[in-house]
């Protein structure tokens, strides 16, 4: 795997980018040629045709990316790959024929562009068919033993069967076959043997024990970690795979010792410098609209414009969060709740200013006046703080940063309102508290936007 902005991300999928990419280029490239001839150099280098083929390429690869063609778990089934990339590649000439009728300058030969298209469209299912054949060859699947007997292991492999896009394949695992830690411990060394010496040798090792106390083949464990053979714990492999760490079996010393859960005052100081830049030029983008806003919740619900109540923020201090009302006035006439998804309680517009994030606009003074960051845990209320800090442990670690108006768990879980959907969060919010830079969270925003545009969540 490898890690871009503290998120792990397949090679896999890093070599289908990088090809598609690649492909995007040699098709435009190819109708260049078939189109300028001898021109072909001149147009390219000197009127800025290499350039604008590369801004094309750039928006082609980031329209995949928002069409979920990336994300093989997401989409698995591959007539719906070959629809989406036709509507890629829809939406590219949309976006392309609109900049070329305000920027006329972008174009570089009349058809050229339309003859590219035409050339892509089944160069790139070509590609992911070639693509998909290629990395399901023997050669290029990593075998794996996953060491342990009990329900840790038997999760971990279920999740390497389903990421298929890891290219990792579970030669072997054996449930516990006795409540003697003695017979277990026998039981997984003859089988570390066996793989080791057989036709298809073992190529990582992941350890996915409860308690390796007395259960450890710890010999044979270091045998193969001297034959070059990767060790590592399934607690550290599903965290990146799954983007978050999970509470179930975490000691506090896996904080303390390992990797991450470090901040720098620097790095502090420059997220919170960017926040409220950009909290400052997004509120001056939006005040032309902040008349429409302000007619449409009038004219549709009785009651404020605005809706304020009171969050817990960082070192447990409470604030009050600003947002445009969304509800009826009475929505909580019975006590606080949970908001849950096609909440009833929600206006007319307010589902629109739900989907579209606008509701949550006003926040961004929140974010001038240092109360949040851009990026961030979604500070909670404190009716729920006490309730959650009960049944769910670390849950404060949460107040040990700067809420945000979106955040990791945001964007890769979405809405929750029960104690197992907090649970869910919380621990995607443990991942970005111990990853947390300045990069993530310039990537926490670039998927946000994608979620919006998508119209996820609530």
Not at 360 to 382: A, F, H, K, S, T
Request: aromatic share 10%; with cysteine.
């Amino acid at each position: 795997m490898i890690r871009f902005l503290n998120v792990y991300i397949s090679t896999r999928t890093v070599v289908l980018l990088l090809g598609e990419a690649a492909l995007v280029m040699a098709c435009f490239l190819a109708a260049s040629s078939i189109l300028l001839g001898p021109d072909l150099g001149l147009v390219l280098l000197y009127e800025d045709g290499l350039l604008k083929l590369a801004g094309l390429t750039l928006v082609t690869v980031v329209l995949s990316y928002y069409f979920d063609l990336y994300e093989p778990q997401t989409v698995s089934v591959q007539h719906e790959i070959y629809f989406r990339i036709l509507l890629v590649l829809g939406f590219s000439c949309l976006l392309l024929a609109a900049g070329m009728f305000f920027w006329p300058d972008i174009a570089i030969r009349p058809n050229l562009f339309a003859l590219g298209f035409l050339l892509l469209a089944p160069a790139l299912i070509f590609w992911r068919k070639a693509y998909v054949w290629i990395v399901n060859l023997p050669l290029f699947r990593e075998r794996v033993y996953v060491l342990g007997g009990g329900e840790q292991a038997r999760s971990t492999v279920h999740l390497l069967q389903t990421r298929r896009d890891m290219g990792m394949e579970v030669l072997s695992w054996k449930p516990a076959e006795s409540d003697s830690p003695e017979v277990n411990r026998a039981a997984w060394a003859a089988e570390l043997l066996r793989l080791s010496t057989g036709k298809q040798q073992v190529q990582r090792i992941i350890v996915a024990l409860e308690n390796g106390r007395n259960q450890m083949p710890v010999d044979e464990l270091l045998q193969a970690r001297l034959r070059g053979v990767p060790v590592e714990r399934s607690t550290d492999i599903r965290e990146r795979l799954l983007g978050k760490i999970e509470i179930s079996g975490l000691q506090p010393s896996m904080m303390f010792y390992g990797e991450g859960f470090r901040v720098k005052r620097s790095e502090q100081l420059a997220r919170l410098l960017l926040s409220a830049v950009a909290a400052g030029v997004i509120l001056l983008l939006f005040l032309p609209f902040f008349p429409l806003v302000v007619l449409a919740i009038r004219l549709t619900s009785e009651g404020p414009i605005f809706f304020r109540q009171t969050r817990v923020g960082m070192g447990g201090k409470p604030f009050f969060v600003y947002k445009f009302r969304s509800m009826r006035t009475d929505a909580e006439a019975a006590g606080a709740k949970w908001a849950v998804k096609n909440d009833p309680r929600v206006t007319a517009i307010g589902t629109f200013l739900r989907k579209s994030r606008i509701d949550e606009i006003p926040q961004l003074w929140n974010v001038l006046r240092g109360d949040m960051g851009l990026v961030g845990p979604r500070p909670e209320r404190p009716e729920f703080v006490p309730y959650l800090a009960e049944h769910l442990p670390f849950y404060n670690l949460r107040h040990l940063v700067r809420p945000g108006l979106t955040g990791w768990a945001q964007v890769r879980y979405g809405y929750g309102a029960t104690l197992d959907q907090a649970r869910e969060k919380l621990e995607y919010d443990l991942y970005y508290i111990k990853h947390m830079t300045l990069g993530m969270d310039l990537l926490v925003m670039f998927e946000t936007i994608k979620t919006i545009v998508r119209r996820r969540g609530q």
